[in-house]
């Protein structure tokens, strides 16, 4: 694709990317295939090529206008379209630099602008995310729909979730608590530090790193998603001093956001060779645990053999499209004995995709419905997710449990042999 991008943006960093990017563009259309919204709408502008155009007249030099703004808006950042395209264009940082200057260019009403405001202060911060969010567990029956649908029903607080190793292993791991998923499902990282543990790997915490910086980057506040980097870094680096294996992760979408910290942070003299080292040792929790397969299958045949139980395994874009992560769960998931349904168009979004399903409303439950009738279509006994967003969305549309897989592996791991006597 030919460009000439505008004085204003050319000779910058962020300019000299998207020329590159808008160069390999072949106008195939391969993408519009597998875009959900352009499914949905069957418009040109509502899939990527067509935002790849409104993004190159915006960069060089046309006006930016709300028609811009609806279409970059309605996008999920879900990377589907990066998986099909055979040139390899890098759709999600293009995106990332139009909505950048779109957010500069195109005023948003008090109302949005009020909300983006809102979810970008709230949801980061866990001290304030948690205690809201308990609140709203415990009122949850009488909050309107459109927000109690937002929540997991609140549970009576159990047994204090054990997360410290039993021994102290040789090999460590680091693992991110995000922001929002300590308050919505605590027992997700709960349950990666027991099966960690069993397999002579301690998982450490550090209280001081926070958000990904996902949810501000992908809101219009690049340089919020730094500062949240460089916070992250700082907390980790004296543990990967020590000699800790990997950053780990149980939320896909926080993963391709570490993965990015190389070139979030790339003309950060200071940051740019430690945000290197963080991308390349961020690691999925099915990465880590799939190195040690072995070891599980050992663990595995100490625990007694009961009825397949049958599972819908969901891969969130972000683990597939963004990690290119592909079958790795659904490969320790039958081995620890269960029956994976069969799940059509599995390539296409939810609809969660991290503040969208909020600031979208309409356009997400509709993808959410969709891809639940997909996921019950086989008659599955629950449902398996690998992002908290993604099991938050689903689980508001449906009757049947949504967990995070390694829950279910925990479960089954920690069957006592007795039981089967």
């Not at 995106?95 to 500069?104: F, T």
């Not at 995310?129 to 109690?148: M, N, S, T, V, W």
């Not at 029903?153 to 159990?158: K, N, Q, V």
């Not at 969305?393 to 007795?418: C, F, K, M, N, T």
Request: hydrophobic letters at 40%.
């Amino acid at each position: 694709m030919e460009t000439h991008l505008a004085d204003f943006i050319r000779n910058t960093q962020a300019g000299r990317e998207a020329d590159e990017i808008l160069r390999k563009c072949v106008h195939c259309g391969f993408c519009t295939a597998t875009c959900p919204t352009y499914q949905l709408f069957g418009d040109e502008l509502d899939g990527p090529r067509g935002r790849i155009y409104l993004i190159k007249e915006m960069l060089e030099g046309a006006e930016a206008t709300a028609k811009t703004q609806l279409h970059l808006d309605r996008c999920l950042s879900c990377r589907s379209c990066e998986t099909t395209c055979p040139s390899g264009v890098h759709y999600a940082r293009l995106l990332d630099i139009g909505r950048n200057v779109l957010e500069q260019r195109v005023p948003r009403g008090a109302v949005e602008s009020l909300l983006r405001g809102a979810l970008r202060q709230l949801l980061p911060r866990r001290w304030l995310f948690g205690p809201a969010y308990r609140l709203g567990q415990l009122f949850r029956p009488l909050l309107p729909e459109i927000l109690k649908a937002k929540l997991l029903p609140y549970r009576a607080p159990g047994p204090r979730p054990q997360t410290r190793t039993r021994t102290q292993h040789a090999r460590s791991v680091i693992a991110l608590a995000g922001c929002v998923q300590p308050a919505m499902a605590p027992g997700i990282n709960a349950a990666t530090a027991r099966v960690l543990d069993r397999l002579g790997i301690r998982m450490i915490e550090v209280a001081r790193a926070g958000c990904c910086g996902a949810l501000p980057l992908h809101l219009g506040a690049e340089e919020a998603a730094r500062t949240d980097a460089r916070r992250n870094i700082d907390a980790w680096w004296p543990l990967l001093e020590a000699g800790a294996e990997s950053i780990l992760f149980t939320a896909s979408g926080c993963g391709t956001q570490l993965r990015d910290y190389a070139h979030l942070l790339q003309g950060d003299p200071a940051y740019a060779v430690k945000a290197a080292r963080v991308s390349l040792l961020s690691k999925d929790v099915s990465e880590v645990i799939a190195a040690e397969q072995e070891h599980l299958l050992t663990l595995l045949d100490g625990t007694p053999t009961t009825t397949a139980r049958k599972l819908a395994f969901h891969s969130p874009c972000s683990l597939q499209h963004g990690l290119q992560i592909r079958g790795t769960v659904e490969t320790l998931l039958g081995a620890a004995g269960f029956v994976l349904t069969p799940v059509a168009d599995s390539h296409l979004c939810c609809g969660s995709a991290g503040a969208y399903s909020v600031l979208q409303p309409k356009i997400g439950k509709q993808l959410r419905d969709n891809k639940l009738a997909a996921l019950c279509a086989d008659q599955p006994g629950a449902i398996a997710t690998a992002n908290i967003g993604c099991l938050a969305h689903l689980q508001s549309g449906s009757a049947l449990p949504v967990r995070h897989w390694i829950e279910y592996l925990d479960a089954r791991l920690a069957v006592p042999v007795a039981a089967s006597e």
